[in-house]
């Protein structure tokens, strides 16, 4: 199924992050907003390492990005993809991640798991010059990881942003 990105980027030009994952699940493109899938782990670990309370709405999302300068994308434009499944990707196309970083502060790319690690080093890493930390998924289907782990993993990003 032919895939285009409808979520815009969440920024601001003082975001020091860029936090980016392959493309918007079906949930998230059904909801509008991203990691929108119930069990998607991302927004209970950003909040709890951020020490804040869960954001339960789209507003309070980015809310807390915005607070803690995180900026939040995609590496994908659009695609061909089954389902929710980053492995059957096909015609991958970027985004323009040079847009945020001339408006922004961000220094750092962080990417949520490997899919979106090869996505980004092949086809935007030449255009941004700025290496990409890989996190791993926070998604349902990472049961390879504890949510501990996954927490653990991501304090990483507090030493940019703090």
Same mark, same amino acid.
């Given at each position: 199924?032919?895939?285009?990105?409808?979520? &815009?980027?969440?920024? $601001? %030009? /003082?975001? =020091? #992050?860029?936090? @980016?994952?392959?493309?918007?699940?079906?949930?998230?493109?059904?909801?509008?907003?991203?990691?929108?899938?119930?069990?998607?782990?991302?927004?209970?670990?950003?909040?709890?390492?951020?020490?804040? &309370?869960?954001?339960? $709405? %789209? /507003?309070? =999302? #980015?809310?807390? @990005?915005?607070?803690?300068?995180?900026?939040?994308?995609?590496?994908?434009?659009?695609?061909?993809?089954?389902?929710?499944?980053?492995?059957?990707?096909?015609?991958?196309?970027?985004?323009?991640?040079?847009?945020?970083?001339?408006?922004?502060?961000?220094?750092?790319?962080?990417?949520?798991?490997?899919?979106?690690?090869?996505?980004?080093?092949?086809?935007?890493?030449?255009?941004?010059?700025?290496?990409?930390?890989?996190?791993?998924?926070?998604?349902?289907?990472?049961?390879?990881?504890?949510?501990?782990?996954?927490?653990?993993?991501?304090?990483?990003?507090?030493?940019?942003?703090?």
């Amino acid at each position: 199924m032919k895939v285009k990105h409808i979520l &815009k980027p969440v920024y $601001t %030009k /003082d975001s =020091k #992050i860029l936090i @980016l994952g392959t493309i918007p699940s079906p949930k998230s493109r059904e909801i509008g907003f991203y990691y929108a899938h119930p069990q998607n782990r991302f927004w209970k670990i950003i909040s709890e390492l951020l020490h804040e &309370k869960y954001p339960e $709405t %789209k /507003d309070d =999302k #980015i809310k807390l @990005l915005n607070n803690y300068n995180i900026a939040l994308w995609d590496v994908l434009e659009s695609c061909d993809i089954n389902g929710a499944s980053d492995s059957t990707i096909k015609n991958p196309k970027p985004n323009n991640i040079n847009k945020i970083l001339k408006e922004t502060n961000i220094k750092k790319i962080f990417v949520t798991g490997k899919k979106a690690e090869s996505l980004y080093n092949k086809l935007c890493y030449p255009k941004t010059n700025i290496p990409c930390v890989c996190l791993p998924s926070t998604s349902p289907a990472n049961c390879a990881k504890s949510y501990e782990q996954l927490k653990e993993e991501y304090k990483i990003i507090l030493k940019d942003i703090i």
